[in-house]
Structure formats: C-alpha cells, structure tokens
C-alpha cells in the first residue's frame, strides 16, 4: 500500500514526476486569506501513519523560514523569476553533512513576494529543478507572524530584553500569536504535501517554527522529528513573562529531538519545562531526556560550524586576492581591528565603539597606528530600536574621528554598503584583531569564519608577503554572552557592558608575544576544522535517528485539543485498562484481593483537603460489604491518619508507612510485618534532615514511627532537587553500616528500615489468603508513584507461583503513562474512582440477585 501524501505538488507537473511525489488527497496549496486555512479531518490524520511505505530511499525534508534560494525578476524581456541557490544559506550548506544517499526537500517561503497570479509557475520551477517547496504566505499575514511577532516578541524576549513598555518590544498582541499560529500551520500543510510519515525525517529550525512540531504530531504520531534553535534560550525568569509559554514548550516536546548551542540555553529550557510543567530530565548513559507521556523527547547540545569548503574556495578567488592587495595598501602600517555585526540593538556595537573610544583616549601613542574597521550589516528586522542603534552608531563614530582622527587618518571606519562575500573575506584576511561585543546572540559564526580566513592561502601569503611556512596567527576578543564563546578557549572573553575591559582586552590581544598568538590561533583553526557545518548536520541526524528508532514498535495515539495535543506512546504490552474489561473479570470471580494507594490514586496529590471525601468512602465501604472481597488501603501515611480518616471504613485492610504496620479490619490491632527494629538510627539521621531543612526554604521532616521523610514540595524545584541528592549521597554516607534504606521519590528523601516496603502487604495478604484456602481468583493493584512498584512486582510475580489461581485475573495499574511494572494504566484519580465505582455497582447488583440465606452462607464460609 502507498503511503498516504498529498498529491497537490504533482498537478503542477506536466508529464514526469518528481520522485518523491505520491498519490493521494490533495491539499490546499495557497492561502488566500489571512489566517483561514482548509483542514483534513483529525481522524484521518492521525491514522495516517499507520499505512506502510513505498520508499525505502532514506530522505530529510528541511523546514525553515526562508528557502536557501535567491530569487531575481528576469531581465531578458520576458515574464518571470529566475532562481539560484543561496550559498550562504546554512540550510542548504547542512546538507552535505547528510550524506550523498540522503535525498533532501526544502520547505520555506522565498524572500521575495510572489503575485498570486505566478505562484504555480514559481512552485513548479522549484519543485522540479531544486526540490524546493515554497509557503506562499499572504503579506498582511507575513508581516504580523515575522515583522509582529517573531520579532516583536520572540526575538526581543529571547535575547532577554522584557517588554516593559511598550517602547521595549511592545506589550503581547493576541492577534500577532494568532498570526504566527496560521504560518506555522501553513508550514505543516505544505511538509504534508511530500512526506512519507514512516520513512521520512523532518527537520525544523528556529525560532519561526516553534510550534510546527504540534501541528505535524498531530497528523502524523510517529513523525521522525527534530528541532534545533538557532537563538538563545533564556532563563525561566524571562521565559515565563510569555503569555503563551506552556503552548510552545508544549509544541517543542512534540519533537523527537530538540537542539540548542550550549549548555547554558539547553539548560534554560529544561528549567522551564521543569518550573512551568512539572517535567524533569533525565541522563543516561551522556544522553538527556524528557519523559513525556511515554515518549522520550532527547536534547543536543552542540554548536553549528562553517562550510569550510565554502570558504576555501572563495579565499582562492582572484577577486579576494585583487582585494586583499588594496586593503594592504590602505590599511600600510596600521593595525587593523574588525567588527563585523547586523545593525541591531543586541550586537553591542556602540559598547564596542565606546571601548575603542577610549582605548584611544588612554594610549596616545595608538592614535594614527590603529584602525577599527566596523562592517554594518542591515538589519533583519524593523523599528524604532534600529533607527536608535544607527543613529547612536553614527553619532559615536563621528565624535571619535573628530576627536582623534587627523588628516589622511580616521580611527573607525564604518562599512555600511552591501558587500560581496569575497571582500568581507579580504578584511578577515588583513585584520590582526576580530572583535564580536554582542549583548546576547545564539551563536555568531563571524569569529568561526575570521579564524579560517587568518590561515590563509599560499597566494595570500604572497600578497601580504608572509613566509607559507611559518605558523599563522589571530587574535579574538569575544562577548562571553555569544553561543561560541564557550567553544573559543583561546579567545579573550569580555563582558560587553563593561567600557574598561573591553578596552583592556583590546590593548592586550596586541600586545602578546607572537608564539602565543599563534599558539591560540593553531588551537581554534583545529576546533574550527573539525566541527563545521557538515559536523554538526551528521551529528544531528545520527541523534535523531537513535531517537526515533522505537517509533514502530511503540502503539501511539494522541489527546488534547489546539495547542495542547500531545502524543501517548506506549510498550505495546501497557495499555489503559479498560472498566468493560475488568468489570467482567470482577462479575465471573469469588475471591478477589484490592490493593490501593491512597495519595495521588484516591485523592489528588497536593490537594487542600487531604483526607479521603465522601465518594471515596463510599466506594469502599460498598466494595467492603462484598463478602467476596478483601479491600486494602496501602499508604505512606502513619497509622493514626489512618485511623482518623477511614474510621467509617469497618471491614476495610489499612497499611500504613509503606506496609511497616498493618490492620486487616477496624477492629484489630496494628501489627508489624517485619521482626521489630530499633531505631536508634533516627537519632543520626534526623540532625542531618534537620541541617537540610534550614538551608532549603519551603522543605520540611515528616516523622513517622517507621520512617523519616524529607519532603521539598514546596521548595523551588531546582535547589530542591540539587539538596535533595546531597542529602541522599550524605544520608547514604552515615547510615551505611546501619539496617536501613535511604531512598529518593517525587519530591521527598526517605530513610526506613531495611526489608519495608508495599511489596510486603500484597505478599502477606495472598499467602493468608492462600493459607485460608482461598486462593484469590482476582487481583487488582492500583498506584501512582515509584513506592508501588514494589506491589506490581509481587502480583505480577504471583502468577508464576502457587499464590493465585491458575485462571487468576491480575490487574496492575499505575496512575498516569509511564516506565512501570504494571501492565495497565488509567489517566487520573477521576479515571480510577469511576473504575472502581463500577466494580462497586457490580457488587450492589449482585448481592441484589443473591437470596438471604443463600448469603449467609456465604458469609458462613467465608
């Protein structure tokens, strides 16, 4: 069978068509109006991977907001566009990272606007000639989802700029999100019109996109999926100041794979999904990840590269070397310092040109010697901002030649015309000193490309008349706020807001000895060579290929609605429990055993009203009066809560402090299951809770007669987690030689005597029961945290014993989709109180049908 696609692209097609096209339903191909958009039912979508694939060819489909294509108006009279690759682009400089066996299809918009009136002409030129699909987005709609917010909001508040006022960024517009929405779905539209769902990558970037992972989940589950950002990621304290937060973060976990440039930015973001959605991390084995309704969502963190072939060719231009010469000749004995940045508010040119300021002012003797060429690119964007940042750039560069420059010298000169990439690759080759001063950028490749340019050619040696063989030379001056600080040991680091260091650092990278110049050059060009674009793009596909290798034999359907979808992959052998099924085992069994975590599985965590309400008890008490049953309540809580809270419970088990102590019935005593124990150790354990708890705000002890529990629910999550696996490793540490456990769980530490847990009572319960000579015929274990493990273990082990009936029912049943020993699963404390009140209808309605003395008989015997 042919996989399911979008056949939409290939009318376009006359006769041939391409190789990746197929058949099938067509799609929508351009927006007409602003933000209205044609949908496909949801419910084929989301069986739409099911269907098997015709290709076996690997392929990556590439999706970003522009194409790697120039576009230009023909000018030999006729009508029409004609197109050429962007060798700039990093889109298509990552595809040689791919592999030659790796097919790759582009999607994105073109720079230029296209007349509706041409756009199937453009599409079909695309398609056919660079494997390019084009979202034609209307402009009304462009402007408000790229000019409005994407650099409006995202941008700004990505490089930690908050909108104060609404000079700063503006205040949050609806109608902008609401914009940025309908692009991000247009995307998704147009990756449908080619994939293959079960054989295809996909691969998304930046910051454009961020909630086109949602939008292809939702129609494909098991789409192989990966983002990276090529922007900063900002701390939880900025993050969260976005209206919309939970929405894209929630949209990112729909990835298999997200990638970020450093440590720092990876790390603001698991904060984020940990402060704002209550997920954590996880390392294994030098891989992070996010569990996520059973899917694993993987991190990377690595930095982009260059395209060194890219470079080494336009360095052998004759163009460059023509360049190079003139350069020489202006810049005759003067030292050449370069800032090459975009026109924007972050790049911190004007901090850069106040350091120079005054360098010059404190070292005479450098006026005349030293130049510092500024190359301005536009800027991407539009505002008053950047007309603030030109204005304030041409404002300084004229006070400092006016006050240090002289005839035939001027100290900065500002290149703000186009240039050709061979003559921004002349100024790399001449300058003794590259200078990057940004406030915050994502990465900045410009001191990647300087230290490649410093290497230089053979004919460049001879146009600068250097020795080829003599060891080469450069020097960098870095913000310690860029994505490649961190890989740029060599380089000197600044703080950009700081005039005197920058300046400082300005005189000291002149003044080094030549063998340490060197030196740091030789180590850079080393890092530079060998992690390049064509890396980085390997690496990347290498990780997300180990990220999606489960994706078959995983069983997946999603739930929620919009924004907040999301996909639940599950072990084919866990699956939700359905209340049919075990209400029918339940009808067609005598002797059955229930066993019940009570925190998180009858009640919410967390919840103000701890004890067990008037549904709860009901439900028991009703599953209690079946003679057939024997109910337990197995927590972590003392054995007087207990008490307190179920006292109306008569005939219901209680286990409490994690089956330390045990009551069959309201009218037995507590007894112990383990031989008694001296706790002499709470003496050595408490005094180091008790440090723990002072240090750590919002974290207090809960002792009970088994059992000590530190317990940070209420602490901030991170210093929580980081106290907590201190005070584990020093808990660990003084109670080595003594007969406890020291464990941790969700939010707590816990100390307790060896050999306790919730295992213990599903054990002891059965083996009475068997004693008894009623072997049960029905088990169900309900639970919702790392504590009930232990129970599914013993029931799941059970069937295998003599234990239980060999037609035993056993259901074990984890609150929530997770990594457990159960075998099924319900979504929440509601989902379990309906099961069970089904189970105690089917009590009622039985007892019902059973005649008096026919039950008392039953009582008799039981």
């Not at 790759?104 to 056919?128: H, W």
């Not at 030549?514 to 850079?524: N, S």
Request: charged fraction near 25%; proline fraction near 4%; hydrophobic fraction near 40%.
């Amino acid at each position: 069978m042919v996989s399911r696609s979008y056949s939409n692209l290939l009318d376009l097609t006359s006769g041939d068509s391409p190789t990746f096209g197929r058949s099938g339903r067509k799609l929508s191909r351009v927006a007409t109006v602003a933000g209205v958009l044609s949908e496909l039912d949801d419910e084929n979508r989301s069986n739409a991977s099911d269907a098997p694939s015709s290709i076996s060819q690997e392929r990556m489909i590439i999706v970003g907001n522009q194409l790697p294509l120039r576009a230009y108006r023909r000018t030999d009279g006729e009508e029409g566009w004609n197109f050429s690759w962007d060798e700039d682009s990093l889109l298509l400089q990552l595809k040689d990272g791919l592999g030659e066996d790796v097919e790759v299809i582009y999607i994105g918009c073109l720079k230029e606007e296209i007349d509706p009136s041409e756009q199937d002409d453009v599409a079909q030129t695309l398609l056919e000639t660079f494997k390019c699909v084009p979202a034609f987005i209307p402009p009304e709609l462009f402007s408000k989802f790229y000019h409005g917010f994407c650099k409006q909001h995202l941008w700004p508040l990505f490089h930690y700029m908050l909108p104060l006022s609404p000079d700063l960024g503006g205040r949050f517009d609806r109608s902008l999100w609401q914009a940025y929405v309908s692009v991000n779905k247009i995307f998704a539209d147009k990756v449908m019109e080619v994939i293959s769902p079960d054989d295809d990558f996909v691969w998304v970037h930046d910051y454009h996109l961020m909630v086109l992972p949602t939008f292809l989940r939702k129609r494909f589950n098991r789409v192989k999926l990966g983002f990276f950002l090529h922007s900063p990621f900002p701390s939880s304290e900025i993050y969260r100041t976005l209206p919309v937060r939970d929405e894209i973060l929630r949209a990112l976990l729909n990835s298999d794979l997200i990638g970020f440039h450093t440590f720092d930015y990876a790390r603001h973001f698991l904060s984020c999904c940990s402060r704002m959605l209550g997920i954590s991390y996880q390392s294994k084995r030098g891989y992070i990840g996010l569990e996520y309704y059973g899917r694993t969502v993987s991190i990377k963190i690595l930095p982009v590269g260059i395209h060194m072939g890219q470079l080494r060719s336009v360095l052998d231009l004759h163009e460059t070397e023509t360049r190079v010469a003139e350069l020489r000749d202006k810049f005759q004995g003067q030292t050449v310092l370069l800032g090459v940045d975009d026109m924007d508010i972050f790049k911190g040119i004007s901090l850069k040109l106040l350091a120079f300021e005054q360098l010059l002012s404190q070292h005479p003797d450098k006026r005349g010697k030293m130049v510092l060429v500024q190359i301005a690119n536009p800027a991407r964007g539009r505002g008053k901002d950047v007309q603030e940042v030109r204005a304030e750039t041409y404002a300084t560069v004229k006070r400092i030649n006016q006050n240090f420059g002289r005839t035939g010298y001027e100290p900065v000169i500002v290149v703000d015309t186009p240039l050709q990439f061979y003559e921004r690759i002349a100024y790399y080759v001449i300058a003794e000193c590259c200078l990057v001063t940004a406030v915050r950028d994502g990465m900045n490749l410009i001191p990647y490309e300087y230290v490649i340019c410093r290497q230089g050619t053979g004919k460049l040696d001879a146009t600068l008349g250097l020795n080829p063989t003599a060891p080469k030379k450069s020097m960098l001056v870095v913000s310690e706020f860029i994505g490649c600080s961190p890989s740029l040991s060599g380089a000197i680091r600044v703080n950009p807001w700081n005039i005197d260091a920058v300046a400082e650092a300005m005189d000291s990278a002149l003044v080094v000895s030549e063998e340490e110049m060197q030196m740091r050059h030789e180590k850079h060009y080393r890092y530079v060579c060998t992690h390049d674009v064509a890396y980085w793009a390997q690496s990347f596909l290498q990780d997300l290929e180990r990220a999606c290798r489960d994706h078959v034999r995983r069983r997946c359907w999603g739930i929620g609605f919009g924004l907040g979808f999301r996909v639940i992959a599950l072990d084919p052998s866990f699956r939700k429990l359905s209340v049919e099924h075990i209400v029918s085992a339940y009808k067609r069994t005598k002797n059955r055993a229930i066993l019940l975590d009570y925190d998180g599985t009858m009640t919410v965590r967390n919840s103000i009203s701890k004890g067990p309400n008037a549904e709860v008890v009901s439900i028991l008490n009703n599953l209690c009066r079946d003679p057939k049953n024997i109910v337990f309540i197995v927590s972590g809580k003392d054995t007087k809560t207990l008490t307190q809270w179920f006292s109306s419970c008569e005939t219901l088990g209680l286990a409490a402090e994690h089956g330390y102590f045990v009551r069959p019935n309201h009218d037995a005593e507590w007894e112990t299951c383990v031989a008694a124990v001296d706790f002499y150790w709470k003496q050595i354990a408490e005094p180091v809770m008790s440090l723990y708890t002072e240090t750590t705000d919002g974290s207090f002890i809960d002792s009970k007669e088994s059992t000590l529990v530190w317990n940070y629910r209420y602490a901030d999550p991170d210093f929580g987690s980081c106290q907590a696996k201190e005070l584990l490793d020093h808990l660990e540490s003084v109670l080595a030689n003594e007969p406890v456990t020291v464990k941790s769980g969700q939010y707590i530490v816990e100390v307790k005597p060896q050999g306790v847990n919730k295992g213990l009572v599903a054990e002891r319960l059965l083996e009475t029961m068997k004693q008894k000579g009623t072997v049960s015929e029905f088990v169900l274990c309900i639970g919702d945290d790392r504590s009930d493990e232990d129970m599914f273990e013993v029931i799941m082990s059970a069937v295998a014993s003599a234990s239980l009936s060999p037609v035993a029912e056993v259901f074990a049943c984890t609150v929530g989709q997770k990594p457990s020993k159960a075998k099924y699963y319900l979504e929440d404390t509601t989902e379990i109180l309906r099961m069970l009140q089904g189970l105690a209808a089917a009590s009622e309605h039985s007892a019902k049908n059973v005649s008096p003395s026919s039950q008392h008989v039953i009582i008799d015997r039981e």
